[in-house]
């Protein structure tokens, strides 16, 4: 009996190693079809789009009149505060 158990454990144990490794290779081949379709119907990638967001934000805020928004904008504080680093990085960066 003792034989059995040691057998049946095994392939058990062999068992879980197939199916650990059907579930890796099926979420890279559904992370590459979805990346293909979004290539196909030009979808951007989102730090592709966070970069065109955060640069029409940026351009928007320096092209106000607004008094108040030029004077938060061009002040040392806001070009030392952490968004503002963020999206510099972020602009910086060419992924």
């Given at each position: 009996?003792?034989?059995?158990?040691?057998?049946?454990t095994?392939?058990?144990?062999?068992?879980?190693?197939?199916?650990e490794?059907?579930k890796?290779?099926?979420?890279?081949?559904?992370?590459?079809?979805?990346?293909?379709?979004?290539?196909?119907y030009?979808?951007?990638?989102?730090g592709?789009?966070?970069?065109k967001?955060?640069?029409?934000?940026?351009?928007?805020?320096?092209?106000?009149?607004?008094?108040?928004?030029?004077s938060?904008?061009?002040?040392?504080?806001?070009?030392?505060?952490?968004?503002w680093?963020?999206?510099?990085?972020?602009?910086?960066?060419?992924?």
């Open positions: 009996m003792l034989a059995h158990t040691n057998v049946c095994q392939i058990y144990a062999c068992t879980d190693k197939y199916i490794i059907y890796n290779v099926y979420i890279y081949i559904y992370i590459y079809i979805y990346s293909a379709m979004f290539v196909h030009g979808i951007p990638a989102f592709k789009l966070q970069r967001h955060i640069t029409n934000f940026i351009h928007w805020l320096l092209s106000r009149s607004n008094s108040i928004i030029m938060v904008v061009l002040s040392s504080v806001s070009l030392s505060s952490l968004i680093g963020y999206w510099f990085k972020t602009l910086n960066t060419s992924k």
